[in-house]
């Protein structure tokens, strides 16, 4: 039965029992660590090949251009050939970077701060009081870019199909402050929604207040499926060429849970007029990005075909995980009204929402029986959730059996702190 429904004695009884349950937890001295989506030993072994495809004699471009040396900024031709096709993008609207996205996505909204961006009329820092949107829930480090580099955050509540679309169209029309929002697209982090074609067709078509406003579209999971259902994603790049807007994106990936998380491939794509201007400032501050990685990465993948392929293996590994996630989120929170969970089709998360105002006290149970998780409120900015009800869940580096015990500590730190709610409010 649901919680809620219950009498005081019966709440009483169960905060005993489920009281019980997790000093027993806390005696077998546990240490397990969900607070991030990284990828696990096995799935990192699968791109074993590619630390010794590049030999001494496999260091030359198709030109004969020698890889080992200086230049070439933006990337290789053929990275930039590849990730166009990932991207859906040309060649030539892609720069091809080190291992990090998130450090192309800062060096993108740090320049714009400092220097200006095309289409606007100098550096944004010259503005007092600029602002970005942030839906949310949403990724942590984004977060952490806006607030580190002072740009206020605007939350804006996910829907099924992607940011409330009427709430942004509102605030960029009136406000010249705002000037961005950013976006995971696919599979997005940490609710693992897909945005629909019509999400897609208004942030393009938008009118904005700023003209120089960017959108932040961090495809991160534009490959990490998990199912057999793969949505297809509308093309923001051509999207936004259609309505006139082509300067409008600023699109990211990379390879970090493709390859390597800590050695793989990050990647811009943007309109001419970005290329150029990011090309220009990072030339002050390299001589030319690691060629030779990238050119494992094109030696290793060869094509689409062969990402595909090897995200399949990835799906093998990862797809079972999920579903033990979820499996146990049902079998021991199903019916009892304290939480709901997405189901994700790809991606690295389970988003949970717990009852209003439990969160954070599940989180620091969780942590006390030996299980790590994302501090509550990370999801939102500056770490508030203002229901303090969100937990982001990252699955893919246990095994099956820590994710067995990792849910059995999860869910009883769950029921405990809802349990407490409840009980309280009957005052």
């Known amino acids: 039965m649901k919680y809620a429904d219950m009498d005081a004695e019966a709440l009483r009884a169960t905060e005993q029992r489920v009281e019980q349950h997790l000093a027993a937890l806390r005696g077998r001295n546990f240490q397990i660590d969900m607070t991030r989506g990284k990828p696990s030993a096995e799935q990192l072994d699968l791109t074993a090949e590619m630390m010794t495809i590049v030999g001494p004699d496999d260091c030359h471009g198709l030109d004969g251009t020698d890889y080992r040396n200086y230049g070439l900024g933006t990337g290789i031709p053929e990275a930039k050939a590849l990730f166009a096709a990932y991207l859906e993008v040309p060649p030539d609207a892609v720069i091809v970077g080190g291992n990090s996205s998130l450090n192309l996505m800062y060096d993108a909204l740090a320049g714009a701060v400092l ?4 289409g606007g009329d100098g550096p944004w820092r010259a503005r007092a009081g600029l602002k970005f949107l942030c839906p949310v829930p949403g990724y942590d480090r984004h977060f952490l870019v806006c607030e580190r580099l002072g740009l206020t955050m605007i939350p804006i509540e996910m829907t099924d199909e992607g940011p409330d679309m009427d709430h942004v169209e509102a605030l960029v029309a009136e406000d010249a402050a705002i000037k961005g929002i950013w976006c995971v697209p ?35 999971y534009a490959v990490h499926h998990l199912g057999d259902q793969r949505p297809v994603l509308r093309n923001i790049f051509e999207a936004c060429a259609a309505k006139g807007t082509a300067d409008r994106p600023l699109m990211f990936a990379s390879t970090s849970k493709i390859s390597y998380a800590g050695a793989g491939l990050a990647v811009m794509a943007a309109s001419p007029a970005n290329i150029r201007d990011a090309a220009a400032k990072m030339a002050v501050a390299t001589i030319g990005p690691d060629k030779i990685n990238q050119l494992r990465h094109v030696l290793f993948f060869r094509d689409m075909a062969g990402v595909h392929a090897h995200m399949d293996r990835h799906r093998a590994l990862l797809a079972p995980k999920f579903a033990a996630l979820d499996g146990a989120l049902e079998g021991r929170l199903g019916g009892k009204g304290l939480a709901e969970w997405t189901k994700p089709e790809g991606g690295y998360f389970v988003s949970v929402d717990v009852l209003d105002g439990c969160a954070t006290e599940a989180v620091r149970l969780a942590g006390e029986a030996g299980l790590a998780l994302v501090p509550a409120g990370a999801t939102f900015p500056y770490g508030r959730d203002p229901r303090d009800r969100n937990i982001r869940l990252a699955p893919t580096m246990l095994s099956l059996a820590e994710i ?24």
């Open 404 to 427: 067995d015990r990792a849910m059995d500590i999860f869910c009883i730190s769950v029921e405990r702190a809802c349990v407490a709610k409840l009980r309280a409010s009957e005052g």
């Open 115 to 118: 220097y200006g961006v095309p």
């Open 186 to 220: 696919k599979y997005s982090n940490p609710t693992g929604i897909t945005y629909s074609d019509r999400v897609v067709d208004r942030l393009a078509a938008m009118k904005t207040a700023a003209a120089d406003f960017r959108i932040m579209w961090d495809n991160a």
